[in-house]
């Protein structure tokens, strides 16, 4: 079974710095994606970045950029020039690359909570 | 325009009682999914449907019946509702196109607390 591991409960940055979270997960698969959710106050679950594991370029999202390290199962978030509104949980996820329609479910780590200095 | 919208948005019930959540996407979208999220903020899939037909059911108790009248539609019943049901449900939809599938969507979550 695919696991998420997120081992930062909780990460503060002051405003304009550059944060990154750390993400972990196990899959015998070589095929996936992979993905960062961002959880705000209002409980609004927001796409962040998604990264496909056969691409070797990092995906980047404006400010939000990945480094993704495949053999080491590895998918950290950087945030960068941080802003008030980057305060929320932030879940990282895994999909299997299956094309059995329906069959895609994502499985979540834990989440980390960011919280923005001013 | 809201994609994929849930209503209600809180719901407080007593212990035993049956209650209902709905979703609908506007996406176009096939596939659809309800997802748990518990008191410490841990998510986990409960159900998806594939053009109205049942794909996944994670250990789900009996008491949580999904029915999916249409794609766009996918409603949760749960009976005899217990404390432990106590939690945000998100609904999310995705399309599903052989290799590549796109993202979730979810809506924005129904919180319910049953006393």
């Known amino acids: 079974a695919q696991t998420v591991t997120q081992s930062q409960p909780e990460m503060s940055v002051q405003e304009a710095e550059t944060v990154t979270l750390s993400c972990t997960y196990d899959?015998?698969?070589?095929?996936?994606?992979l993905f960062w959710y961002k959880q705000p106050p209002s409980r609004q679950m927001i796409l962040v970045i998604r990264q496909e594991a056969y691409k070797q370029q990092n995906a980047t999202e404006n400010r939000f950029s990945v480094n993704f390290q495949k053999a080491a199962k590895s998918f950290s978030l950087k945030i960068s020039d941080s802003q008030l509104g980057d305060a929320a949980m932030y879940f990282c996820a895994y999909r299997p690359y299956i094309s059995n329609f329906g069959n895609e479910k994502l499985t979540f780590g834990t989440g980390t909570r960011l919280t923005i200095i001013p | 325009d809201t994609a994929v919208s849930q209503t209600p948005k809180y719901l407080v019930t007593q212990m035993g009682n049956d209650k209902s959540i709905k979703c609908e996407q506007n996406?176009?979208?096939?596939?659809m999914y309800w997802y748990k999220q518990d008191s410490k903020k841990f998510l986990k899939i409960m159900f998806s449907y594939n053009n109205k037909e049942l794909i996944i059911n994670e250990t789900v108790p009996n008491r949580f019946s999904p029915k999916s009248p249409d794609k766009a539609h996918l409603n949760l019943h749960i009976n005899s509702l217990e404390l432990g049901d106590s939690a945000v449900y998100f609904c999310?939809?995705?399309?599903?196109?052989?290799?590549?599938?796109?993202?979730?969507?979810f809506g924005n979550g129904t919180r319910l607390t049953v006393t």
């Open positions: 899959t015998s698969e070589s095929d996936y994606y």
């Open positions: 996406l176009g979208h096939d596939t």
């Open positions: 999310a939809s995705s399309q599903e196109a052989g290799p590549y599938n796109s993202p979730l969507h």
